[in-house]
């Protein structure tokens, strides 16, 4: 990071900015900069706005910790920001971000690699409200969002399609519903961390990612190790398949009555939640690593032009 070792080096948090993610990126943020300055970093938290590049350049952070979620701050936007004033970044590059980012194009890139994704479409969002455009059930969503933002699950009793709220997009995505446990898995650098089963009384939407109570977290999950392990090999081959540097963290459906075959890949997050309920530090805690160390290791694991 080019810091001197008479000095703590400096890192700059990045939090907060403009997406639908805002209150999730600014809980992840606070907890990062606590725990990196119990590390004996020198810490500055930013929330990120148009001024973003004059901010950091007066700074000059020895690197940044990306904290931000949702558009412009995991899509490649502030990525290709910081390529170009060339500060060290964490999580993954611009490319690799952009596509993880884009639900459908990411799903592409699974398929190809043989990783098992469900069948879906790119629809206007009057199409979708005006009848079924696939077979119930299924789900429709933002195709560039994240944190369950805007979720909409249609099943085989609803009496029509979804009527979807004013703040969705323009066209959005609909999958085919995948039935079953929720699992994830996160991956530093090369390496899967464990799988934890999410256990829900309903859908697994933003209050129970984000609430405390929201959501029953068992870990490592109680599977046949077959699931477990494929759960850990779908992660690393994700991960690397996108281009991903850091840590992400993949989400999967698993089907029991279907065995191997009802392993589904969700989607992959390049920029995982650092909140307190949060899966991925829950993950690096029960394989033996704290939140400070994890904090620091994306910190330490920062670069560019990648």
């Known amino acids: 990071m080019g810091q001197s070792s008479r000095t703590p ?9 403009p997406s639908a993610e805002r209150e999730v990126s600014l809980s992840s943020g606070h907890a990062c900069a606590a725990a990196l300055r119990d ?3 020198d810490v500055v938290e930013v929330d990120a706005g ?11 952070p020895d690197a940044v910790l990306n904290c ?4 412009w701050g995991e899509d490649g936007c502030v990525q290709g920001l910081l390529e170009w004033i060339g500060v060290p970044y964490s ?20 398929r190809a690699a043989g990783l098992p994704v469900v069948e ?4 206007a ?5 005006a009848g079924h455009v696939m077979s119930p059930p299924y789900v429709v969503k933002p195709n560039n969002e994240g944190s369950s933002v805007g979720v909409y699950l249609v099943g085989l009793d609803n009496n029509g399609p979804p009527q979807l709220e004013d703040t969705m997009p323009a066209e959005v995505m609909v999958e085919t519903f995948a039935p079953g446990r929720e699992l994830t898995t996160s991956v530093m650098g090369d390496r899967a961390l464990t799988v934890t089963d999410i256990i829900t009384t309903g859908w697994y939407d933003y209050d129970a990612k984000y609430k405390p109570g929201g959501s029953t977290h068992v870990v490592p999950a109680d599977v046949p190790q077959e699931i477990f392990d494929l759960c850990m090999e779908y992660a690393v081959r994700a991960h690397q398949a996108l281009g991903c540097r850091g840590i992400s963290r993949t989400d999967f459906r698993w089907d029991e009555a279907r065995g191997a075959a009802g392993l589904i890949l969700l989607e992959t997050n390049t920029q995982p939640g650092m909140t307190p309920t949060s899966l991925s530090p829950e993950q690096a805690e029960k394989t033996g690593m704290s939140f400070g160390k994890l904090c620091r290791w994306m910190v330490e694991d920062a670069s560019c032009n990648r």
């Open 9 to 17: 080096p400096k890192v700059a948090v990045l939090l907060g900015g």
């Open 39 to 41: 590390e004996g970093f």
């Open 50 to 60: 148009p001024d973003l590049v004059a901010r950091l350049q007066d700074i000059k």
């Open 68 to 71: 931000l979620h949702g558009r």
């Open 91 to 110: 999580h993954s590059g611009v490319l690799a971000s952009a596509l993880a980012m884009d639900k459908q194009r990411s799903k592409e890139v699974f």
């Open 120 to 123: 879906s479409v790119i629809c």
């Open 125 to 129: 969002k009057a199409d979708v409200m």
